[in-house]
């Protein structure tokens, strides 16, 4: 039953466009739809992966109903509140509650629109962002995998402080998700003995499942959105590095003193590091190192005009995002290839994460379609009265707004949409954004980002790290119980410092 | 025979009353226990105590339970020797015998080991203790194994609550033992006079 399900959704979801096609011409002239043929032409707002479209129908969002965001709304408040209320329910059925979300969305875009724009913005979005997105997720995925944090070693206060600072290291180069999974069971292995651990996989969540990955584009799912949108990669490298190793740094003092004095209220004494045998602190996986720079290298090889590849109902791919993508398939076989059966096995590996995180953002990018939309046409736009919350007086954007409206949504609800949604809100321009609002560019990326942390569900490492905590005998607090012992009290303040020193 | 214990009530200065407590031991070469209300998570405070504590801002009426043996040696020690320059008899100002105590729990484990873990310290349950209302449940669901992001469930659930009582002696080192296993969360002991 649960087959036939997932093949009717996968055969919706590819049978459609051919189905569409057939009928795109008459659906474009359909009488009641808000649909415009333009010609785009602009180069320099042109994002990596997508290719200049002639023609393409695009819907006229100035009139829209905000009806048309309910969708979007409802996967991602799905997304929030299921794991809460109905974990079981949620584990097994979460695929079909994001397939509800999508048949909605397109069934009533298309009837409204014609099918010949909903077509359109399928290919478009599944194409130009879906695949290169969930490819690099792939990759970064199985090549962390297969990388191991080693070592016999006593969970002192020095010693987890220097983990946690190389898992947030990590976390810019294989993301924030493989980070975790790499860093946190040698984490917990080391304080096993120890009775206070819970603030130690709390500043796992802080700095290796969220602030960490804010260095590059593959560090967390939001900064890669605004890649493929166009936002130069060592564009965020170069501007994040200041708020970055504030932020780290501040968070990594403040676990060193808690950490000792929690260490020194221990009743059972250390478990000694002084044994011959005891196995030094390591990164395993040489063959799995070696992959990381090379997806690095495949990301950027999107950005190359090499042309267009070939067109499929208005949309032109790349050949630049073909040869990414196909890049980041090879390593990702190469890794599954090489690495030692063992290392996988230690890290908990397998490939549950991948298919969530498919399943999920295929609908989440289409039902995206309709508010992003709705943001470009502007503050006389149906979205106009976010936009106007945004800005001064006199028009210009306020980035510490920017900044806490883009991290006060993304801590509650996923960070990728989040961003592209302050991204556009801000214009959608990429030159624009990396050059004359870069502020508000590097405000909307920090609060993507960094506002992550502050709870369970605003990044999806976080829920990850608590359960492999709770499995190892961590008593991780509630929902509420993290906001309020930690992440008000020790993450808004440091984010309060942050606005007044950055924006 | 299990020892008693009674509640008494002191006035005065908490570092003098533990110095006149251990002194007293010493003195006697006593091995007797004695446990501060407040350190070992006793609800002990009446609300009119805690009021006048508020008003007055300082702590004056301390809380100890002692054993019996202890308690009346130190008594009839303090009643013949009257007035001296820090103790006084009139540092007692009530005491109760204490007839049987409890405290709830509640385990949450998400790992057959700790569940296994848990379960074990119930069931060795040291004499003159009952558990009531006592429910331990696990639910094992083998589709949730492995690492999860976005739908995180646990492939081994185990849970329980319930009330431990009987005897103090064995009460307060068996709230010990289930408040030393960091997946268990205990209340504070009540006792019933």
Redo the contacts between chains.
């Keep these: 039953m649960k087959k036939l399900i997932s093949l009717a959704a996968v055969s919706i979801m590819l049978l459609s466009p051919l189905f569409i096609k057939a009928y795109g011409e008459s659906a474009k002239t359909d009488p009641h739809s808000s649909v415009k043929t333009e010609t785009v032409h602009n180069e320099n707002s042109a994002p990596h992966g997508e290719g200049e479209i002639h023609h393409a129908p695009h819907i006229d969002a100035k009139n829209l109903s905000l009806l048309w965001i309910i969708p979007f709304c409802g996967i991602l408040l799905s997304?929030a509140l299921?794991?809460l209320l109905t974990?079981?329910f949620?584990?097994?059925h979460?695929g079909k509650v994001s397939l509800f979300w999508w048949i909605v969305f397109f069934v009533a875009f298309s009837f409204y629109f014609g099918l010949g724009t909903g077509t359109f913005y399928l290919l478009e979005v599944y194409i130009l962002e879906f695949i290169p997105f969930i490819t690099l997720l792939l990759a970064l995925f199985t090549v962390a995998g297969g990388i191991q944090l080693k070592g016999d070693l006593a969970g002192t206060p020095k010693v987890n402080t220097i983990m946690i600072l190389i898992g947030g290291i990590l976390a810019s180069l294989m993301g924030t998700?493989g980070a975790a999974?790499v860093t946190i069971r040698p984490i917990l292995r080391a304080n096993q003995w120890r009775?206070k651990?819970v603030h130690i996989v709390v500043f796992v969540i802080f700095v290796v499942a969220n602030v960490g990955g804010g260095l590059t584009p593959l560090g967390d799912p939001p900064l890669f959105l605004g890649f493929l949108k166009g936002v130069d990669f060592f564009w965020t490298v170069v501007h994040m590095l200041p708020l970055v190793a504030f932020v780290v740094g501040i968070l990594l003092v403040i676990f060193f003193i808690m950490d000792t004095i929690y260490y020194k209220q221990e009743e059972k004494p250390a478990v000694s590091d002084n044994s011959d045998n005891k196995e030094k602190l390591q990164l395993v996986g040489v063959p799995n190192m070696i992959l990381l720079p090379c997806i690095v290298l495949a990301v950027l090889s999107s950005s190359l005009n090499l042309g267009t590849a070939f067109t499929i109902h208005y949309v032109e791919v790349p050949s630049a995002t073909i040869l990414q993508v196909a890049l980041l398939l090879l390593i990702t076989f190469v890794s599954l290839k090489v690495s030692k059966p063992e290392i996988r096995e230690g890290n908990?590996?397998?490939w549950?994460?991948i298919k969530?995180?498919a399943k999920?953002f295929a609908t989440i990018f289409m039902t995206m379609v309709t508010p992003i939309a709705m943001l470009k046409a502007g503050a006389d736009g149906p979205m106009g009265a976010v936009i106007k919350g945004v800005v001064d007086s006199s028009g210009e954007f306020i980035n510490s707004h920017f900044f806490w409206a883009t991290g006060i949504l993304s801590s509650f609800l996923d960070n990728a949409p989040t961003y592209l949604v302050f991204f556009n809100t801000a214009g959608g321009n990429p030159v624009d954004l990396m050059t004359t609002h870069a502020s508000t560019l590097l405000a909307i990326s920090a609060g993507a980002v960094f506002m992550g942390a502050n709870t369970y569900i605003g990044n999806?490492?976080n829920?990850?790290t608590?359960?492999?905590a709770?499995?190892?005998?961590?008593?991780m607090p509630s929902f509420f119980g993290y906001m309020f012992k930690y992440s008000i009290p020790i993450l808004i303040p440091v984010f309060i410092l942050v606005t007044y020193i950055f924006f | 025979m299990s020892k008693k214990f009674y509640e008494v009530v002191f006035e005065g200065n908490l570092d003098i009353i533990y110095g006149m407590l251990e002194g007293f031991m010493l003195g006697q070469d006593g091995n007797w226990e004695w446990y501060s209300a407040k350190e070992h998570n006793i609800e002990a405070e009446t609300f009119t105590e805690i009021i006048k504590e508020w008003a007055s801002l300082k702590t004056r009426l301390h809380h100890i339970i002692m054993e019996e043996e202890f308690f009346k040696k130190l008594k009839e020690a303090s009643e013949k020797r009257g007035e001296m320059r820090f103790i006084k008899a009139k540092y007692i100002k009530s005491f109760k015998e204490i007839k049987s105590s409890s405290f709830s729990f509640e385990a949450?484990?998400?790992?057959k080991?700790?569940g296994e873990e848990i379960k074990a310290i119930l069931s060795k349950l040291p004499q003159g203790v009952t558990l009531e209302k006592y429910n331990p449940s696990e639910i094992i669901?083998s589709?949730?194994k492995?690492?999860?992001?976005?739908?995180?469930?646990?492939d081994y659930t185990f849970t329980a609550e319930g009330i431990a009582a009987g005897e103090f002696g064995e009460i307060i080192k068996l709230r010990k033992i289930l408040d030393?296993h960091?997946?268990v969360?205990v209340g504070k002991i009540k006792l019933t006079f």
């Design positions: 997304i299921f794991p974990p079981h949620w584990h097994h979460y998700t999974m009775k651990k908990g590996f397998n549950e994460p969530e995180v999920l999806a490492p829920f990850m608590k359960s492999i709770e499995e190892w005998g961590v008593p | 949450r484990a998400y790992a080991k700790y669901d589709e949730a492995g690492t999860e992001l976005y739908a995180p469930t646990h030393d960091p997946l969360e």
